[in-house]
């Protein structure tokens, strides 16, 4: 993805969590709006995955997070 996609998707997806916000309110747990996010972007075709593991390092220790 060249410099001027990216900043595309990255506006696409600020605008789809501000239509989540807008549309449900706020004050609601981090698991309602990941699924409504998740369901904002794959209406506007963009694939997102919910909750992958990611190696992490802290302080020498590793965790999978």
Same mark, same amino acid.
């Given at each position: 993805?060249?410099?001027?996609?990216?900043?595309? +998707?990255?506006? =696409?997806?600020?605008?789809?969590? &501000?239509?989540?916000?807008?549309?449900?309110?706020?004050? $609601?747990?981090?698991?309602?709006?990941?699924?409504? +996010?998740?369901? =904002?972007?794959?209406?506007?075709? &963009?694939?997102?995955?919910?909750?992958?593991?990611?190696? $992490?390092?802290?302080?020498?220790?590793?965790?999978?997070?």
């Amino acid at each position: 993805m060249n410099k001027n996609e990216l900043n595309n +998707l990255s506006k =696409e997806i600020l605008d789809a969590a &501000i239509v989540v916000h807008m549309e449900m309110g706020h004050w $609601l747990l981090e698991s309602v709006y990941e699924a409504c +996010l998740i369901e =904002e972007l794959g209406s506007r075709n &963009i694939n997102a995955s919910r909750q992958i593991e990611l190696p $992490l390092i802290y302080k020498g220790k590793k965790f999978n997070k």
